[in-house]
């Protein structure tokens, strides 16, 4: 599996992307876990609108990943902007509600101490009606 996390930065905004790939044919078991880390991701987009606290979508995702029995060491999403990581940040303890106009970047994911890891990441934009996907590709195995 190769992980690839590309952080492009334009006129002093930055960006974030993130997918997991396979060299050669990936085996049951990682397409099982790429499938069910792209719906959680997806579920994520849906949940995403004006008023929802970073912790709670942080915890329906959360929520989500562990049904597959692995870790979820990792944060669920960042605010993106001017710097890196910006608030929202998509965690445990975060009550900060997302609010049109913020631009956020979710990133559900798996790992397995001492193995691998497979993680997922769109940037979205919050609006008044939900989430629009700034991201215009599909993430594939």
């Keep these: 599996m190769i992980i690839s996390d590309l952080v492009p930065r334009h006129w002093g905004y930055w960006g974030d992307t993130y997918n997991?790939?396979?060299?050669?044919?990936?085996?049951?078991?990682?397409?099982?876990?790429?499938e069910g880390i792209a719906t959680a991701l997806a579920e994520g987009i849906d949940n995403v609108r004006p008023g929802v606290r970073s912790c709670d979508l942080d915890a329906?995702?959360?929520?989500?990943?562990?049904?597959?029995?692995?870790?979820?060491?990792h944060h669920s999403g960042h605010g993106l902007g001017v710097t890196w990581h910006e608030e929202p940040r998509m965690v445990?303890?975060?009550?900060?509600?997302?609010?049109?106009?913020?631009?956020?970047?979710?990133?559900?994911?798996?790992?397995?101490?001492?193995?691998?890891?497979?993680?997922?990441?769109?940037?979205?934009?919050?609006?008044?009606?939900?989430?629009e996907t700034l991201a215009k590709f599909q993430h594939t195995l």
């Design 20 to 34: 997991t790939c396979v060299v050669g044919e990936p085996t049951a078991e990682q397409r099982r876990l790429f």
């Design 92 to 131: 445990p303890y975060n009550p900060l509600p997302l609010q049109p106009g913020m631009v956020i970047a979710l990133e559900p994911g798996i790992y397995f101490k001492g193995s691998f890891g497979l993680r997922l990441e769109h940037t979205i934009l919050v609006t008044d009606k939900g989430a």
């Design 60 to 73: 329906s995702l959360r929520k989500r990943i562990l049904r597959l029995n692995g870790g979820y060491p």
